[in-house]
């Protein structure tokens, strides 16, 4: 009985992807985005620079070997987004379809920056950039682009063990 309660009751141990959740978030916080590329510094902006940023990375991590990185990466991003809306005052009833649309968002950037990165037309990317990122009034989409473009490529130079231990090459 004392080990079913020592399971039960026993700390949860942050899975291996914890590193790199707190760089991606790291890197979506970063000030370029706001002061250089326009995007918004509203809690709508921020959510669009997390959502792009795992997005990106949950891309490259396809390239694994281990499909439960990405999993994992993706849990770690519905638990914060989970924590951040009941944060923001949003009741327990409401949270579930919250996340469902958070998750489906974050779903569709996928698609969307996969289509502009694969693209060979800027334009392509700077469309998924103005679909997906809230852009300050006076902001195009070419710059944030741009960084996405950038960050792409720190992403793809990353090996992939460093990048599973959060040390992405910026």
Known sequence: MKSLFSRLFKPVEPSGIHALWHRVVAIAREQEWYRDAGVADTIEGRFDMVSAVTALTLMRLQESNNPRHGVQLTEMFITD??????????????????????????????????????????????????????????????????????????????????????????
């Open 81 to 170: 987004m989970d924590g951040q809306l009941r944060e923001e005052g949003v009741g327990d009833l409401m949270v579930g379809k919250h996340m469902g649309k958070l998750v489906a968002a974050l779903g569709g950037r996928i698609t969307a920056y996969r289509e502009g990165l694969d693209s060979g037309d800027p334009a392509v990317l700077e469309d998924a950039v103005r679909r997906n990122v809230t852009l300050l009034e006076a902001a195009g989409p070419a710059a944030a682009a741009r960084r996405l473009r950038g960050l792409w490529a720190d992403l793809a130079g990353t090996p992939m063990d460093r990048l599973l231990e959060g040390d992405i090459e910026r």
